[in-house]
């Protein structure tokens, strides 16, 4: 069953729940949201979101993302899913509900791919999911990864670790750190932002590069 949220559209709510009903064929969980804070409060509770447009921009200036978004265009990030925004008098648009297809679609590629690597750990021998680690950090000669379940510690470099997950969506902004795309919700200057609220540095000499490779996993994600 999926969770989906419909925010601030009280003369759609009716008309988006059947689209959404047809398109899918299947259960879903409808929420009726006042604010579009409480889906930016929702930390993944949702995995659709449709929203008022005139909410549009206060998702925008919170999210300090420097997207461009016209109505009918959807925001992909790793913490709020699929968010659509729709004009209050109208029904959802066919090309809305393609673009959540694709992004269910994407969505579902994605987890049938449960990689997991086994780590030796402060707390013994760990088998992790790569989609649960948020980020490696080079800290006290040691390695701490840092998971979606908590933090471990574990006597390898960076080097190494890279070598095992660089091909899986993860890269260095940082000489000391090694991030999951995945769960980035936002860069600024040159800070990372992580979806559990930490703050990675990003390095004046890896900005560019790092950056570059960002933009291209989002627009594949939401391409797909």
């Known amino acids: 069953m999926l969770n989906v949220a419909i925010c601030n559209c009280p003369n759609s709510q009716i008309a988006i729940e059947a689209k959404i009903l047809q398109a899918l064929g299947k259960d879903c969980d409808f929420t009726k949201l006042a604010t579009i804070d409480d889906i930016l409060n929702s930390h993944s509770k949702y995995d659709i979101s449709f929203a008022n447009i005139c909410d549009m921009d206060i998702f925008m200036q919170q999210m300090k993302n420097t997207q461009q978004l016209t109505p ?6 790793s913490q709020f899913g699929f968010i659509t925004f729709v004009n209050d008098i109208t029904c959802v648009l066919d090309t809305q509900i393609d673009m959540m297809l694709d992004f ?9 791919i ?3 690597i086994e780590f030796l750990t402060n707390k013994g021998v760990k088998s992790i999911a790569l989609a649960k680690i948020l980020f490696f950090e080079f800290y006290n000669r040691k390695i701490k990864i840092v ?5 471990y510690i574990c006597n390898d470099s960076l ?8 091909g899986h969506g993860f ?17 600024k200057n040159y800070s990372v932002f ?14 560019r590069e790092f ?6 996993y989002v627009g594949e994600a939401v391409g797909r």
């Open 211 to 216: 950056r570059l490779l960002y933009k291209v």
């Open 171 to 187: 890269t260095q902004p940082h000489k000391s750190f090694i991030v999951n795309l995945a769960h980035i919700t936002s860069i």
């Open 104 to 112: 269910l679609h994407f969505q579902a590629s994605r987890s049938t």
């Open 194 to 207: 992580m979806n559990d609220g930490s703050i990675v540095p990003l390095s004046q000499k890896k900005s």
């Open 147 to 151: 998971t979606t379940d908590g933090e």
């Open 159 to 166: 080097h190494n670790v890279l070598a095992m997950v660089g």
């Open 72 to 77: 009918g265009d959807m925001a992909k990030t």
């Open 114 to 116: 449960r990689m997991a």
